[in-house]
């Protein structure tokens, strides 16, 4: 299976700053079938971006996403305050599908 | 609008089976695969397993084969996760999730989650 890796496990920044998040495949994730999701506490993930690049309805245009093979970055232009959150890459290229270990933004 | 209702908190024994469920609505659902998620006590994600309710076909994560079955009564659009004898680090917070889907073989990113279904299970 892929295992994917997240870094930083913690970004503390400040609102405005630009976010800057990894995801690192053990093997190319098959045609970019790579997406990311934000958490917030005590609720659900929400899709961010799937196929690396492609925003999900409703994404501020602030969330990017790019990469493909082994290296996907996940940018946020400037951080708005309800940006704080956990974010998680997850590949379904092939099965089984598997999630990375997350980056939590937080408040510097 | 897409929904997906999952039952509510179960609070278990060790040893007890449990059966938890998810109701689709607002979409076609058998034309989608649906998956159940993990998520431990303040970690991550992890992706157990999906079953397409058009024709029950079903895949598991090897880390959770034979630990959990998932099933789907496309009668009533709804998706169920199971265990038979639950051990304490099965304690977590469960979701389905609804992958997009294109075709009835292949499935691609989670474009819709239900609310969670926390299971404890203590003695």
């Known amino acids: 299976e892929i295992v994917l890796t997240q870094s930083p496990a913690t970004l503390s920044l400040s609102p405005g700053e630009r976010a800057t998040l990894s995801c690192g495949a053990s093997?190319?994730?098959?045609?970019?079938?790579l997406a990311w999701y934000q958490q917030k506490p005590g609720l659900a993930p929400r899709l961010l971006i799937y196929?690396?690049?492609s925003r999900a309805t409703g994404i501020p245009d602030r969330f990017s996403g790019s990469g493909s093979g082994t290296d996907f970055t996940l940018t946020i232009s400037r951080l708005e305050p309800e940006d704080f959150a956990v974010y998680y890459c997850?590949?379904?290229?092939?099965?089984?599908?598997?999630f990375g270990g997350g980056t939590k933004v937080e408040i510097k | 609008e897409v929904q997906l209702v999952q039952s509510g908190a179960e609070v278990k024994k060790p040893g007890e089976s449990l059966k938890i469920s998810c109701k689709g609505s607002?979409?076609?659902?058998?034309?989608?695969?649906i998956g159940w998620v993990r998520q431990m006590p303040g970690k991550g994600l992890e992706w157990m397993g999906i079953?397409?309710?058009?024709?029950?076909?079903?895949r598991y994560s090897p880390s959770f084969q034979g630990q959990v079955t998932i099933s789907a009564d496309k009668s009533i659009s709804t998706a169920y996760l199971q265990w038979s004898s639950l051990k304490a680090s099965d304690t977590a917070m469960y979701y389905c999730a609804r992958h997009n889907t294109l075709y009835s073989s292949s499935w691609y990113e989670i474009d819709y989650w239900g609310q969670g279904t926390l299971v404890t299970v203590s003695s």
């Open positions: 607002g979409y076609s659902f058998t034309s989608y695969w």
């Open positions: 997850q590949q379904y290229g092939s099965s089984p599908v598997t």
């Open positions: 196929d690396a690049s």
């Open positions: 093997q190319s994730v098959s045609s970019s079938y």
């Open positions: 079953i397409y309710p058009g024709d029950s076909d079903t």
